[in-house]
């Protein structure tokens, strides 16, 4: 597999942690430069150790749900900063419970903002032809199984996850006659920070997975063919990563 | 608004990469595609609440014609 290696530059956020982590450190150990962003200071310090090329990771520190209309111009200063995108892979997103009993607006607008507005206004951002290399860019959004799922409590989140696919392929029209690519990723279960924390899921869900739970090199894997030029002929997709559940 | 910002804002529509001029042709620039256009009409609705359709491009040629159809004075 051509991977998407040498002095190619690729935005990755949620990479202080889970899925976002794993593929920052996949495309280091690629040989490819990542600004990692995250809110977490000292996880994303973490980073940058592990990968054991830390001249290949650029820390920012950004909370994605505030300013989420200034997300084009904050993208516009990393690429002064660091240089033109080769693309981006959008993980950071927060998951809730809420059935209807306890469902708020505010909750709602708490998980889209993060969960769909801010990936859409970063990808804004990079799909500006000013700010990336053009043909062989190649855009990831990190979705979630739920979007095709029946789950009590995950109607906000779910709803968040479709929206996002849906909006890919729309974009993904916009862009094409640039050469440039966008694609999500659907993962069900993976372990993770996120699902440590709903508890009791290993024993609850165990049953739904003939492959069992996904890990993160995983959705690793497939995100960085995604981005590769491998996978030039495909763009618009949602790949359902479930290890056979659906 | 005035022309500077205009032009800024035009520019970033645009995605182009050099700054633009009133007298800029539209045809003449490299990001003048059918989804410029699609993005000309949306700027010219949710910035100035102005409806044009493609057809307005037979007769908008210049930059300083979208500005005069946003209303902008020359
Ligand atoms: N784990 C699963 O089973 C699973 C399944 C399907 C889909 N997903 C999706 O995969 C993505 C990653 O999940 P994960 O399991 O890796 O989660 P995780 O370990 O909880 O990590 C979430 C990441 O998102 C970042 N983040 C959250 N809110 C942010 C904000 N406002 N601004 C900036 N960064 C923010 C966090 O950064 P900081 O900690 O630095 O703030 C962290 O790096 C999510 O979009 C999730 O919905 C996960």
Redesign the pocket.
Known sequence: MTAPAGERLYLV?????????GIALRLCGLGARVVA????AD??GELAQECGCPERIHPEI?????DIELLPQYVKGLKEKYGKFHGMVS?????EIRPLQILKYENGKRIFD??YF?PLMLAKGLLDRRHNVGRGTSLVF?????AHLADKGMSF?AGS?AALIASVRSISREVAASGVRVNAI??????????A?VEGMRNDRSHLYPLGF?T?DDVAALAVFLLSDEAKWITGQNYILDGGHL | MTHEEFLEKFQDVLQAEDPLGMDTVLEDLDEWDSLARMATVAFLDSDFGVQATFEDFTTMKTVADVARKAGIAS
């Open positions: 956020t949620g990479a202080s942690s889970g899925i976002g982590k962003i995250g809110r977490d996880r994303l950004r909370d994605l749900a505030a993980c950071a997103g927060i998951s993060i969960n801010a990190i979705a979630s199984i739920e989140y996850k659907s993962p069900g279960d993976i372990l993770t920070p996120m699902t924390a996904g993160v």
